[in-house]
C-alpha cells in the first residue's frame, strides 16, 4: 500500500474527508513549491498533487494554463519535478501525486520514469491524457513500483467506462465535477451524486472529486458526497496574484472538508 | 472516450446509410462543385521541361480549398447525430471558412478557434468566417497558431460534448478523426484517378501534395496505395532545418504522442511542444496525421520539404505561367515539382494537388514584399 492508500484508510477510520491540494511545480519557483508544500502539510492537506508543466495542458484551464507558462519560463521539467520530489522526502512524508501530461513521460521513456519517479518518493500517478485503455503495460509496470495510478471519470462516464476506470485505478478515482477543463464552475444539478454513488457500486477504491472546487462552501458541499476534494486552479491563482492570502485560504478549505 | 465511441459508431453506421450517402454525394456535386477539375498545366510544363504536369483543382471547390470536402461531411454527420452545434480549429482559416459554410449550409451553431498569431496573418478569412455566421474566438495561449487552436477546441468539445460536434480539419487527433477525415478527403484522389485515366490512359508516375496535418495529401494518395505510383508529401522548411524554425516533422522531429495520436512531433529534450514557423499558417504545425509516418515508415511515400523562398517562387511561378494564384500551402507542392519535373522524361506524368487557391495570402504576400496595398 502506497502513502495515498495509507492516507485514506487513517481518514476512513477516522471519518475525515480527504484534503488534496494541487500546486504547479517551479511556479514561480521549485524552492516556493518547496515551501508551499511544507505548508500545505503543515495546515492538515492529506495528499499534494504537484503538476508537472507541459506546453500543452489539454485537461487545463486558463489558470494552470498560465502556471505551466511560467514553471517552463524557469526551464522546470519532468526531469527536475522528480528530483525535486526526491529533495523533499527528507523533510516530508506527506503523499505525493504527480499530475502529467502523457508525452513528457513518453519522452522520458515510460519504464524509466515509473522506476526513476518510485525511487524519488512519488506515490501516485495522474495522467489525463492517458485513457486506460491504452495503458495496459503502463499501469503493469506502475503497479510493480508500488505506484498508484489514479484515472478520471466525468460527468459523461457510461457505466462501462466506469467499470473499465474503477478496475484499474488504484489510491483513489478522480472524478471530474464537470465537463470541462480545470479552474471552471461547479455544478450542483445532482449529477455528482448520482455517478459517485454509482462508482461506488463498483468499487471499494475512494473517489475524490475536483476540477470545479474553488471556495470553501464548495469543498464543503463536494466532501459530503466524496472520500477527498481536490482544489487547484483557485490555490494556484492565489499563490500567483496574493501570495500572503494562501494559508488562511488554505485554512478555510481544511476546516470545510469534514 | 465515450464521446469518440459515440463518434466512431455515428460515423461507421453513415458509411452504410443509404439516404446519408445520396445526401453527400449530392451536396459534392451541387454545392461544393465536385468533381473538381484535373488541369494539364501545359506553360509550367514546358517553363520547368520535364514531365507533364497535371494540377488537381481543389482551388476551385466551394469555399476555396479542399478542406470543405471534410467539413461537409463531418457536419452532416453531426447534424444526423443530433448536434446542435459545431465547432473548429483553423490554421490558415480555410478549415474554419469550410466548416462555418457548412455549418450555414446546414443550420448549426458554429464557433471557430484560432491562433491570435493566424488571425493576423489571415484577416480576411477571420471576416469570412464572421460573414457566414460564426463566432471567432482568438487564442492567444502557447504559440499563438493552429496547435493552440485546437488545444481549445479539444477544451470546448469537452465541456460541451453533449451539444458539441468538433469538427477536426485534419487526418490528426484520436480515433476516428484520421480515418474519417481521410475518407471524406480520398474523393479527391477517385477522381483524379478516374480524370487522368480520361486524359491519358494511363496512371500518374509521381503524386505530390503538401502536407500540413496532411489531410489534401492522404485524400490524393488514399485511392494510389496500391499502384505503381510514386508519391511525395512536401513540409514546410520554413527558414531553414538548421534554422530550427520549421514546421517539418519528418527532418527535424522525434515521435511523441500528442493531442490523441502518436506520431511525428517537434518536441524538445523533455517532451514540450516546440513552436513551428512556415510562411504558410495551414503547414505551420508540430505533429502530423498518423498514417503518415506509417507511410513513410514503409517506404511507400517519401517526404521533403519546400522552405519559405522556396514557396513564395512557387508561388509566383504558377500564377504567372498558368494564371492560378496557388494558396501558400499549395505553393510547397508547386515548389517540389519545379525540383523533380526536370528530372523525369517528358513523357512522364505528375499530378499535383492544388490544395486551394491563394487569394487568401495575398495580403500576406505583400506584406513579405514589403508593398503596402
Keep these: 500500500m502506497t502513502r495515498i492508500g495509507r492516507a485514506f484508510k487513517r481518514l476512513k477510520k477516522d471519518g475525515g474527508k480527504a484534503f488534496i491540494p494541487y500546486i504547479m511545480a517551479g511556479d514561480p519557483s521549485l524552492e516556493t513549491t518547496k515551501e508551499t508544500v511544507l505548508m500545505l502539510e503543515q495546515c492538515g492537506a492529506d495528499i499534494v498533487e504537484l503538476g508537472v508543466p507541459f506546453s500543452d495542458p489539454l485537461a487545463d484551464g486558463p489558470t494552470i494554463q498560465r502556471a505551466a507558462e511560467r514553471a517552463l519560463k524557469n526551464n522546470v521539467t519532468l526531469r527536475k519535478v522528480i528530483a525535486f520530489v526526491k529533495d523533499i522526502r527528507s523533510s516530508t512524508q506527506i503523499p505525493l501525486i504527480l499530475m502529467t501530461y502523457f508525452n513528457p513521460v513518453f519522452k522520458y521513456g515510460s519504464e524509466r520514469f515509473i522506476r526513476d519517479a518510485s525511487d524519488a518518493g512519488v506515490d501516485g500517478l495522474i495522467i489525463p491524457d492517458l485513457p486506460p485503455d491504452e495503458a495496459a503495460d503502463f499501469i503493469k509496470n506502475a503497479r510493480k513500483a508500488n505506484l498508484d495510478t489514479i484515472f478520471l471519470l466525468a460527468p459523461t462516464s457510461t457505466e462501462d467506462r466506469i467499470r473499465i476506470v474503477a478496475k484499474v485505478s488504484r489510491g483513489f478515482l478522480y472524478y471530474v465535477s464537470i465537463t470541462g477543463t480545470t479552474g471552471s464552475g461547479l455544478l450542483f444539478d445532482g449529477s455528482m451524486e448520482r455517478l459517485i454513488s454509482e462508482i461506488k457500486g463498483c468499487t471499494d477504491t475512494p473517489v ?15 466532501a459530503k458526497v466524496a472520500d477527498g476534494v481536490i482544489v487547484g486552479s483557485a490555490i494556484v491563482k492565489r499563490l500567483h496574484e496574493t501570495p500572503d492570502t494562501l494559508k488562511d485560504y488554505v485554512i478555510s478549505l481544511r476546516q470545510a472538508i469534514r | 472516450m465515450p464521446a469518440l465511441k459515440e463518434l466512431e459508431e455515428a460515423y461507421l453506421l453513415s458509411q452504410k446509410d443509404r439516404e446519408f450517402q445520396r445526401e453527400l454525394v449530392a451536396l459534392r456535386k451541387t454545392y461544393i462543385g465536385r468533381p473538381t477539375s484535373l488541369y494539364f498545366a501545359k506553360r509550367l510544363t514546358e517553363r520547368l521541361g520535364g514531365a507533364k504536369i497535371y494540377l488537381k483543382r481543389e482551388d476551385l471547390a466551394h469555399t476555396g480549398a479542399h478542406k470543405i470536402n471534410n467539413a461537409v461531411g ?8 443530433g448536434k446542435k452545434r459545431v465547432i473548429a480549429e483553423t490554421g490558415a482559416g480555410q478549415h474554419g471558412v469550410a466548416t462555418a459554410t457548412g455549418a450555414a449550409l446546414l443550420g448549426l451553431e458554429c464557433e471557430i478557434y484560432m491562433g491570435s498569431e493566424d488571425m493576423k496573418r489571415q484577416s480576411l478569412n ?12 482568438e487564442v492567444a495561449t502557447g504559440s499563438k497558431t493552429l496547435k493552440d487552436a485546437i488545444n481549445d477546441a479539444l477544451r470546448d468539445w469537452t465541456t460541451n460534448v453533449r451539444s458539441t460536434h468538433y469538427v477536426l480539419g485534419t487526418v490528426f487527433g484520436p480515433h476516428p478523426f484520421p480515418v474519417m477525415v481521410r475518407d471524406y478527403q480520398s474523393v479527391i484522389g477517385r477522381e483524379a484517378k478516374k480524370q487522368i485515366l480520361e486524359a491519358e490512359g494511363r496512371l500518374p508516375d509521381c503524386l505530390i501534395a503538401c502536407v500540413g496535418g496532411g489531410s489534401n495529401a492522404m485524400g490524393l494518395f488514399y485511392e494510389f496505395l496500391n499502384d505503381d505510383v510514386k508519391m511525395i508529401g512536401v513540409e ?9 524554425e520549421h514546421a517539418a516533422r519528418f527532418a527535424g522531429g522525434s515521435i511523441g504522442v500528442f493531442q490523441g495520436c502518436k506520431s511525428y512531433l517537434l518536441q524538445d529534450d523533455d517532451g514540450n511542444v516546440l513552436g513551428t514557423h512556415s510562411v504558410s499558417a495551414g503547414l505551420d504545425y508540430a505533429s502530423i496525421g498518423p ?46 515539382v519545379a525540383k523533380r519535373a526536370p528530372e523525369f522524361a517528358s513523357d512522364k506524368i505528375i499530378v499535383v494537388n492544388l490544395s486551394g487557391r491563394g487569394d487568401k495570402d495575398v495580403q500576406h504576400v505583400a506584406r513579405i514584399k514589403g508593398i503596402e496595398l
Excluded at chain 1, 475524490?208 to 463536494?222: K, L, M, W
Excluded at chain 2, 463531418?74 to 447525430?81: E, G, R, S, T
Excluded at chain 2, 514546410?236 to 530550427?244: D, F, L, N, Q, Y
Design chain 2, 236 to 244: 514546410a522548411g520554413g527558414k531553414g532545418i538548421e534554422s530550427g
Design chain 2, 126 to 137: 477571420v471576416f469570412r468566417m464572421r460573414l457566414l455566421g460564426a463566432k471567432v474566438t
Design chain 1, 208 to 222: 475524490a472529486v475536483g476540477f470545479g472546487v474553488s471556495t470553501p462552501e464548495d469543498a464543503a458541499a463536494v
Design chain 2, 74 to 81: 463531418q457536419v452532416l454527420l453531426a447534424k444526423k447525430m
Design chain 2, 291 to 336: 498514417e503518415h509516418p506509417f507511410l513513410r515508415d514503409t517506404g511507400r511515400v517519401e517526404y521533403s520539404y519546400a522552405t519559405d523562398d522556396e514557396a513564395l517562387n512557387a508561388f509566383e511561378l504558377l500564377s504567372k505561367t498558368e494564371g492560378i494564384l496557388p494558396a501558400l500551402e499549395s505553393a510547397h507542392a508547386v515548389a517540389e
